[in-house]
């Protein structure tokens, strides 16, 4: 092994490792956003506030936190999830999050739901 290459191995190990961490959280922001559209699917079409949140979870990626407010107008659905870099002192942690508003459907009676949260 060449000094030269000694020495250029682990930059391109923490290339590589930065550019594995880049496409985590690329996907992680997708999950993110498809939990959230989950969630607010699951609110349009009338579900109660558990199926809702039930819903957004397993879209999810692991280790997210799933939040539902929900008024009688809209109902709002937040995920954020932090993805954890190679390097932990090198890099901060990423938080993501990913946000859907969708009109809150009336119950069978034809009121609005109640607040909730």
């Given amino acids: 092994m060449t000094v030269e290459t000694a020495v ?9 490792a930065v550019a594995l961490w880049g496409v985590s ?13 989950a969630g607010a699917r699951a609110a349009a079409r ?23 407010t929900r008024d ?22 990423l938080r993501l999050r990913a946000q859907t508003v969708a009109a809150t459907e009336p119950e069978e009676g034809g009121e609005p739901m109640p607040a909730q949260r």
């Avoid at 039930?54 to 939040?67: E, K, L, N, T, W």
């Fill in 8 to 16: 250029a191995f682990p930059a391109l190990v923490l290339l590589l």
């Fill in 25 to 37: 959280a690329a996907a992680a922001q997708v999950a993110c956003v498809d939990a959230a559209r």
């Fill in 46 to 68: 009338g579900e109660p506030l558990d199926e809702v949140r039930a819903a957004a979870r397993r879209a999810a990626p692991p280790g997210a936190q799933v939040s539902i």
């Fill in 72 to 93: 009688p107008h809209f109902t709002r659905v937040l995920v954020r999830a932090t993805v954890a870099p190679p390097a932990r002192r090198l890099f901060p942690p």
